[in-house]
């Protein structure tokens, strides 16, 4: 029986009855038992095909039948004897020549797997980054506009960070490109996924876990598609992290070499965002400031001044609305109910909603003003944003679900038990932030001694609707467009955004020689919506340059400059262009511009009112039109599609091409829905107003500044006063 051992410098380093490993030879032991050594530079090889121990049949082994290792193959058999070979004495044997170490087996992950990892984290940052420039920079995105499951969740307890107000999309965006570019570190270290990449995308992976657990829990209101698509890309980047292959060299599997790169990446995306962010809070509030300036001015010169003269809705130039049933113009400016002496030196109201957290947090100024300052009342009236008890809200804005029901508990404590209980209540609903349920509303009225049962009846009566719409018409007269809206003293509190701005504005007035007058809110007569349109209009920034926009009608240097963004499928643009021919008709100093908005999705990712597909039909006809026949070809469409509104469609359209010659085959090609040129200058209009922060059709700019109320909510059409006063203000 042969023996076999393996010498030390052999690979294997263990006995075994398979071949040894190249660079091995055989050689006879020393004790003269007939076994076999295996010795590096033995002269004894195994030739290639005869396997130690390997046997013929009937059971012999081939080296007894005189086949020694290192003999031929059987067809060798007949060539005789080999040659004897010298015998070397062990002592006289050459040393074993050293063997380079073997690297230890490397599974970096291949280049398929690093890539599929590199989209999938890619994937994650572009979604949070989405969400990011919203927050930043007021993007608009398609779908997450007011009310929208986006806007909820980033305005929720899960949209911050407990304690630091820092942005979860933030935090996302950063994480998600610090594993990208850690995960490129591992991939050009080819050594394997260490442990810290992994135990980095389990956090993650456990964080987009928690997230998505949030989200269902609360589906009705969180479902942001954005912040799925980013857990769903972080799940799968985590799974591909977790499946390539593991790191087999023990220094390679503890390198922290990834951590270090994430966590560098991570605070350089930290920073960049927090500059950013700054940087536009820093703008908002150099705006606000200044706003804040103007406001402040303005109480100065109507302090001690005769009272105003009283606005009267409709006595700009124009169109005289219908009658309205309250005259605002002489009704007294204040609410039902009041904080502070009746008889002030500065007098503040404020229409507020209880769900509004600006609303809430100026709330505190002004308590805080009341304590330090006897000689100030404080009047809230409310603007609750909820269609459910304000017609002025759009039906699809689901923002604030309980804010009709806060301010009608706040009434019903009113009605019930007067001022006290108002105020009672009052507090209550602003550290509530204005929600809660039927449990808590429960606990609530047991807390400030008022009867359940009573309470609800006159809370759900027709009166506390009654009273919360009164407020509502009234800050519809005086131009609410947002809340809070603050006025002191009667005059408009611009730029209430500002830090302090209640109390600096107090203070302000407090400290004027000679102080202000001890009055009561009769002599508050702040200017009605018409007028503050007008000047919305006048202080508002050019938003176009002059010049800019595709498709126009009259000269390059005209006085005049219309912008108006549309959709020619939507009975309010036809009633916009309409009243803008009036002013245009046989003028040749005007310059009018059309640009797209239609509202469907099919061409327009900025809609949020999807109405008919026959809108994106409209604009792609009236592109095609003008890229064959230039401006003639555009106007022509556009005139016809206004004239015949009711008939538009594909067939419309083909017949009129084919009136206007031109050629049908190429028309109907540029008219394609997947055309990428027509959709690209449809985009573009779309875009270009979505950036101004701006969404829905029609909207008009005259001079480049926007006409946010060219027809108020009274139905009073404000355009023709505008483009009256820019008539006269245009040099000649």
């Not at 611009?494 to 701005?501: I, K, L, T, V």
């Amino acid at each position: 029986m042969h023996q076999f051992r393996v010498m030390a410098g052999c690979p294997g380093g263990s006995p075994s009855p398979g071949p040894p490993e190249e660079g091995c030879r055989i050689a006879e032991t020393p004790d003269g038992d007939g076994g076999w050594d295996v010795t590096p530079g033995s002269t004894n090889s195994i030739r290639e095909g005869h396997k130690v121990g390997q046997h013929r049949k009937g059971g012999r082994n081939r080296n007894r039948q005189g086949n020694r290792a290192g003999s031929s193959a059987p067809a060798d058999q007949g060539r005789g004897p080999a040659a004897p070979r010298p015998e070397t004495s062990p002592s006289r044997r050459p040393a074993p020549a050293p063997m380079p170490r073997e690297a230890t087996p490397s599974s970096a992950p291949t280049v398929g797997m690093f890539s599929l990892g590199l989209l999938f984290a890619l994937s994650a940052a572009t979604a949070s980054g989405l969400l990011a420039a919203q927050h930043v920079w007021r993007v608009l995105l398609p779908g997450c506009g007011p009310g929208s499951a986006c806007d909820k969740a980033a305005q929720s307890v899960f949209g911050k960070l407990p304690g630091l107000n820092w942005p979860v999309s933030f935090l996302g965006l950063a994480f998600f490109v610090a594993m990208a570019a850690a995960w490129i570190a591992v991939f050009l270290r080819r050594s394997g996924v260490p442990a810290t990449m992994r135990w980095m995308t389990r956090l993650g992976a456990a964080v987009s876990l928690f997230y998505v657990g949030v989200m269902i829990a609360n589906s009705a209101d969180y479902l942001c598609k954005y912040c799925i698509a980013s857990h769903i890309a972080n799940f799968l980047f985590a799974g591909v992290v977790e499946f390539a292959g593991r790191s087999r060299d023990p220094a390679a599997a503890r390198s922290l070499r990834p951590a270090a790169v994430a966590a560098a990446t991570f605070a350089l995306m930290s920073a960049a965002l927090g500059v950013a962010d700054f940087g536009v809070r820093s703008s908002a509030t150099e705006k606000a400031e200044a706003q804040l300036k103007d406001s402040t001015a303005q109480m100065a010169r109507q302090q001690g001044s005769a009272a105003p003269a009283p606005a009267v809705e409709g006595s700009v130039a124009g169109p005289a609305p219908a009658p309205a049933a309250v005259d605002y113009s002489r009704k007294v400016f204040t609410g039902r109910h009041r904080r502070g002496p009746e008889q002030a030196a500065v007098r503040i109201v404020i229409f507020m909603d209880y769900q509004c957290g600006d609303c809430r947090r100026k709330e505190a100024e002004i308590e805080a003003v009341l304590k330090a300052h006897p000689n100030v009342s404080f009047s809230p009236m409310f603007f609750p944003m909820n269609a459910d008890c304000n017609p002025l809200v759009p039906e699809f804005d689901k923002r604030h679900m309980n804010a009709c029901w806060a301010a009608r508990a706040a009434e019903a404590a009113s009605i019930l038990h007067g001022e006290e209980g108002f105020w009672k209540m009052h507090d209550w609903l602003i550290a509530k932030g204005g929600s809660f349920t039927d449990a808590e509303l429960a606990e609530g009225l047991a807390q400030l001694g008022f009867e359940y049962t009573r309470f609800v009846q006159v809370m759900q009566s027709p009166q506390t609707l009654e009273r919360i719409r009164e407020d509502v018409a009234f800050a519809e007269a005086v131009g609410l467009q947002q809340t809070p809206m603050i006025f002191v003293n009667g005059v408009e509190l611009r730029g209430w955004s500002a830090e302090d701005a209640v109390g600096r504005a107090v203070r302000f007035l407090l400290g004027q020689n000679p102080p202000p007058s001890i009055a009561g809110p009769e002599v508050d007569r702040p200017p009605l919506a018409n007028e503050k349109f007008m000047e919305d209009w006048r202080r508002a920034r050019v938003f176009i340059p002059p010049g800019a926009g595709r498709w126009a009608r009259g000269p390059d240097n005209a006085r005049i400059e219309i912008v108006l963004y549309g959709d020619l499928h939507q009975d309010l643009t036809m009633v916009a262009y309409a009243e803008l021919q009036k002013f245009m008709a046989g003028r040749n100093d005007v310059r009018f511009v059309f640009r797209h908005f239609p509202l469907h999705e099919e061409c327009n990712i900025f809609a949020e009112l999807y109405k008919d597909v026959l809108s994106c039909t409209a604009a792609r006809a009236l592109e095609a039109a003008g890229a064959i026949r230039g401006a003639e070809g555009f106007w022509t469409f556009f005139d016809r599609t206004i004239a015949n509104q009711a008939s538009v469609s594909d067939q419309f359209y083909n017949a009129l091409a084919l009136e206007m010659g031109i050629p049908l085959e190429q028309f109907v090609l540029r008219t394609q829905p997947k055309n990428q040129e027509t959709m690209a200058l449809i985009h573009s209009d779309c875009e270009t107003l979505a950036g101004f922060g701006l969404r829905g059709a029609p909207y008009i700019f005259v001079q480049g500044k926007l006409v946010a109320n060219w027809r108020t909510p009274s139905g009073y059409l404000l355009i023709h006063d505008v483009l009256r006063e820019a008539d006269a203000q245009a040099p000649r």
